[in-house]
């Protein structure tokens, strides 16, 4: 003790001199200021140095993207690169307008309101000549996803649940009793297919994408109340697109995972290294849109008990699949409440639960997370605003129509549509196997198969296909293709006729494998190899332009569609 007060005396007596010369010093130098001089001055530069400071360590926008953005941005900007790429991007945009109105024919397009209104036997006979415009054939299995129709006799189930619900809304609770009952119905059947207890809870949204978004808002909100400033969600690099949507929406982080190149399923290790203090959710899929694999949701679960952070397993392709395997005698990992640690499941009504497009649930095990995506403005001149989801006005007649759908059905006959689906997309998945020059990509362990090949460009297959009537999904980084699989697709001879047609078509491919590829595929190909993913987003942009235009594609005249 006393050797610590001698040395600390020496160091004082030692240094006392100096810093009475500085003090001096920078006294001396401060005379030729007035006060409010230095105090403006020291104020300025303390601001400079908080924003110099903000800059580098921008949470939200990384110095290291910034910093490739800036050098984009600068070359795309050099004349010659900017006249080449204009003259490109005019190049794609006029292609795919064209390519769109090739699609209608000579229909020409509405413009304005007919002047006098239309009888329902003309309005049914123009939607007729629109119907006459679709060649593709999903009724026949050629189509992968996109369509989940549940037979024929069910279309008359859901519209004729539209036509009696037609003219509700679920915003006034209070008008609607019978669309409440409803809505809060299917909800609690859904909660006990993913054995929810009876603190599970959830709402009807309009789709899977706006299940997802909702409960990355309830995470979002349940941190920012916990002091967190800029909450991130972690998600597997296989994880569907609506989880950047949310990030980007809701001013959130989204860290992606990579998943092993040979199951598609996330890398928990990398997952777990990846927790910080922001993290306020954990995501995997059961199973994932691109591969079909499922993430291990019980590892991914654990981590999230440990570290006290909201897991969801985002069942939207699954939904009405993974709860009837084990009834149809399939094996299937664990990925809903029964897990300790799962705090949300998205499942999509609307694709294997063939209810009409418009419909999903987001559930959570408890309502403590639930309250977190509820809206309330308490002030409104227009009366106290409450709303469950992202809308205002719902349309009950949808909720309606899924409710009817899930009646029709039963567990019996999802158990039956669920057996089906897999034994074909099992079948499918064993064929494609066989076939010399292509593997399977992941694991097809629900209704997803994926293949790639490396032998050949197998965006070639996808055009080829493409010419036989087939649409399968393209996927990339990497390059591979897939069939999702319907029920179309499990009617007697539609995967055999599928099958074969693959086989000829790698058939033709492999006596030339390193031929070029033309078609979507050379524009997904070339679009992998392009650094700068701004670019490919701007051609995309085009491309939804070109979803809405209206120019006529034979007779340029202005015409209001009505003859
Ligand atoms: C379909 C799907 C979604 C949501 O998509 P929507 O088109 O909005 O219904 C989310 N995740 C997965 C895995 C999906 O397959
Ligand atoms: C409602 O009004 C009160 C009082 O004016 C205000 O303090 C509060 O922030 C308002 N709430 C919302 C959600 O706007």
Same mark, same amino acid.
């Given at each position: 003790?006393?050797?610590?007060?001698?040395?600390?005396?020496?160091?004082?007596?030692?240094?006392?001199?100096?810093?009475? /010369?500085?003090?001096?010093?920078?006294?001396?130098?401060?005379?030729?200021?007035?006060?409010?001089?230095?105090?403006?001055?020291?104020?300025?530069?303390?601001?400079?140095?908080?924003?110099?400071?903000?800059?580098?360590?921008?949470?939200?926008?990384?110095?290291?993207?910034?910093?490739? %953005?800036?050098?984009?941005?600068?070359?795309?900007?050099?004349?010659?690169?900017?006249?080449?790429?204009?003259?490109?991007?005019?190049?794609?945009?006029?292609?795919?307008?064209?390519?769109?109105?090739?699609?209608?024919?000579?229909?020409?397009?509405?413009?304005?309101?007919?002047?006098?209104?239309?009888? /329902?036997?003309?309005?049914?006979?123009?939607?007729?000549?629109?119907?006459?415009?679709?060649?593709?054939?999903?009724?026949?299995?050629?189509?992968?996803?996109?369509?989940?129709?549940?037979?024929?006799?069910?279309?008359?189930?859901?519209?004729?649940a539209y036509?009696k619900f037609a003219w509700t809304n679920p915003l006034h609770p209070d008008m609607f009793p019978d669309v409440r009952k409803i809505e809060a119905e299917v909800v609690r059947?859904c909660?006990?297919?993913?054995?929810?207890?009876?603190?599970?809870c959830g709402t009807i949204t309009t789709g899977?994408?706006e299940s997802?978004?909702l409960?990355?808002?309830?995470?979002?909100?349940?941190?920012?109340?916990?002091?967190?400033?800029?909450?991130?969600?972690?998600?597997?690099?296989?994880?569907?697109?609506?989880?950047?949507?949310?990030?980007?929406?809701?001013?959130?982080?989204?860290?992606?995972?990579?998943?092993?190149?040979?199951?598609?399923?996330?890398?928990?290790?990398?997952?777990?290294?990846?927790?910080?203090?922001?993290?306020?959710?954990?995501?995997?899929?059961?199973?994932?849109?691109?591969?079909?694999?499922?993430?291990?949701?019980?590892?991914?679960?654990?981590?999230?008990?440990?570290?006290?952070?909201?897991?969801?397993?985002?069942?939207?392709?699954?939904?009405?699949?993974?709860?009837?395997?084990? %009834?149809?005698?399939?094996?299937?990992?664990?990925?809903?409440?029964?897990?300790?640690?799962?705090?949300?499941? =998205?499942?999509?009504t609307? %694709?294997?639960?063939?209810a009409p497009?418009g419909s999903s649930v987001i559930?959570? =095990?408890?309502? /403590?997370?639930r309250?977190?995506q509820f809206f309330?403005?308490?002030?409104?001149?227009?009366?106290?605003y409450a709303s469950p989801t992202l809308a205002g006005s719902r349309s009950g007649a949808i909720i309606a129509s899924c409710w009817a759908?899930?009646?029709?059905?039963?567990?019996?006959?999802?158990?039956?549509?669920?057996?089906?689906?897999?034994?074909?997309?099992?079948?499918?998945?064993?064929?494609?196997?066989?076939?010399?020059?292509?593997?399977?990509?992941?694991?097809?362990?629900?209704?997803?198969?994926?293949?790639?090949?490396?032998?050949?460009?197998?965006?070639?297959?996808?055009?080829?296909?493409?010419?036989?009537?087939?649409?399968?999904?393209?996927?990339?980084?990497? =390059?591979?293709?897939?069939?999702?699989?319907?029920?179309?697709?499990?009617?007697?001879?539609?995967?055999?006729?599928?099958?074969?047609?693959?086989?000829?078509?790698?058939?033709?491919?492999?006596?030339?494998?390193?031929?070029?590829?033309?078609?979507?595929?050379?524009?997904?190909?070339?679009?992998? =190899?392009?650094?700068?993913?701004?670019?490919?987003?701007?051609?995309?942009?085009?491309?939804?332009?070109?979803?809405?235009?209206?120019?006529?594609?034979?007779?340029?005249? /202005?015409?209001?569609?009505?003859?």
């Amino acid at each position: 003790m006393e050797v610590v007060k001698k040395v600390a005396t020496d160091v004082a007596q030692n240094v006392a001199p100096y810093l009475e /010369e500085a003090r001096l010093k920078v006294n001396a130098s401060c005379q030729q200021f007035e006060g409010w001089q230095i105090i403006a001055f020291t104020f300025g530069v303390t601001l400079m140095l908080v924003s110099v400071y903000q800059w580098i360590f921008d949470e939200e926008y990384p110095i290291k993207a910034r910093i490739v %953005k800036g050098f984009f941005k600068f070359v795309k900007n050099l004349p010659i690169v900017k006249g080449k790429i204009q003259k490109e991007v005019d190049k794609n945009a006029k292609g795919v307008e064209d390519g769109f109105q090739k699609g209608i024919g000579s229909l020409p397009y509405v413009k304005r309101l007919p002047a006098k209104g239309m009888s /329902e036997a003309q309005i049914m006979k123009e939607l007729d000549k629109y119907q006459s415009l679709v060649t593709v054939e999903w009724s026949k299995g050629t189509v992968s996803g996109a369509v989940y129709n549940g037979g024929e006799e069910l279309t008359d189930i859901i519209t004729n649940a539209y036509k009696k619900f037609a003219w509700t809304n679920p915003l006034h609770p209070d008008m609607f009793p019978d669309v409440r009952k409803i809505e809060a119905e299917v909800v609690r059947m859904c909660c006990n297919m993913f054995n929810g207890d009876s603190n599970s809870c959830g709402t009807i949204t309009t789709g899977g994408t706006e299940s997802i978004l909702l409960m990355c808002l309830a995470y979002r909100n349940r941190a920012r109340e916990q002091g967190i400033r800029y909450p991130e969600m972690i998600v597997p690099t296989t994880v569907h697109a609506a989880f950047d949507k949310a990030a980007a929406m809701f001013h959130m982080k989204i860290t992606h995972i990579p998943v092993d190149p040979i199951t598609c399923k996330v890398n928990v290790r990398k997952m777990r290294s990846a927790i910080n203090k922001n993290t306020c959710m954990l995501v995997g899929s059961a199973p994932g849109f691109p591969h079909g694999s499922v993430d291990p949701m019980e590892e991914i679960a654990a981590l999230g008990l440990k570290y006290g952070i909201p897991v969801h397993t985002d069942c939207c392709l699954g939904g009405f699949l993974i709860p009837f395997m084990e %009834k149809a005698g399939f094996d299937v990992p664990k990925v809903d409440f029964r897990v300790p640690g799962i705090t949300s499941i =998205s499942a999509d009504t609307h %694709k294997y639960g063939f209810a009409p497009k418009g419909s999903s649930v987001i559930l959570y =095990s408890d309502k /403590e997370y639930r309250k977190y995506q509820f809206f309330v403005q308490p002030n409104w001149s227009g009366g106290i605003y409450a709303s469950p989801t992202l809308a205002g006005s719902r349309s009950g007649a949808i909720i309606a129509s899924c409710w009817a759908a899930m009646m029709h059905f039963g567990e019996q006959g999802y158990v039956e549509t669920t057996r089906q689906i897999i034994k074909t997309t099992r079948y499918i998945a064993a064929e494609l196997a066989k076939i010399p020059g292509l593997y399977i990509l992941g694991e097809p362990q629900v209704s997803v198969v994926a293949v790639a090949s490396h032998d050949f460009n197998i965006f070639r297959l996808s055009d080829a296909l493409h010419d036989k009537g087939y649409c399968l999904s393209v996927l990339q980084f990497p =390059s591979a293709i897939h069939l999702c699989v319907t029920l179309p697709h499990t009617k007697p001879g539609a995967a055999d006729a599928f099958l074969k047609e693959a086989r000829s078509c790698v058939k033709e491919i492999m006596k030339d494998p390193k031929a070029k590829c033309g078609g979507i595929g050379a524009i997904y190909g070339m679009s992998q =190899s392009i650094p700068d993913r701004s670019m490919v987003s701007e051609i995309a942009g085009l491309f939804l332009d070109a979803c809405y235009s209206t120019t006529d594609p034979v007779d340029p005249k /202005e015409t209001n569609g009505v003859h």
